[in-house]
């Protein structure tokens, strides 16, 4: 038997301007995951967006450029942190 795990990215970064690269939050691997809850902080630790069933969508809206913190639940598959800088 052979089992297949897709990689999984984390990205660090973002430049949803319009040109066709960059342009939403991905991550990849999560696409077999029953749960995908992801939260996007600011700076102050206020949260900007959080979705209960992520699908790679997220293209920072009207936020600033800046950093922004983000937790990513995946489930049994574990809690993942880390950080994205939008820059248009």
Do not use: H
């Amino acid at each position: 038997m052979v089992l297949l795990i897709s990689p999984f990215t984390m990205p660090t970064g973002g430049s949803p301007n319009g040109d066709g690269v960059n342009e939403t939050l991905v991550f990849r691997g999560i696409e077999d995951c029953e749960v995908r809850t992801l939260s996007i902080f600011n700076r102050w630790g206020s949260e900007v967006y959080s979705s209960t069933d992520y699908d790679n969508d997220w293209n920072g809206g009207e936020l600033a450029d800046d950093t922004y913190y983000y937790t990513l639940d995946l489930g049994n598959k574990g809690t993942f942190q880390n950080y994205i800088v939008l820059r248009r």
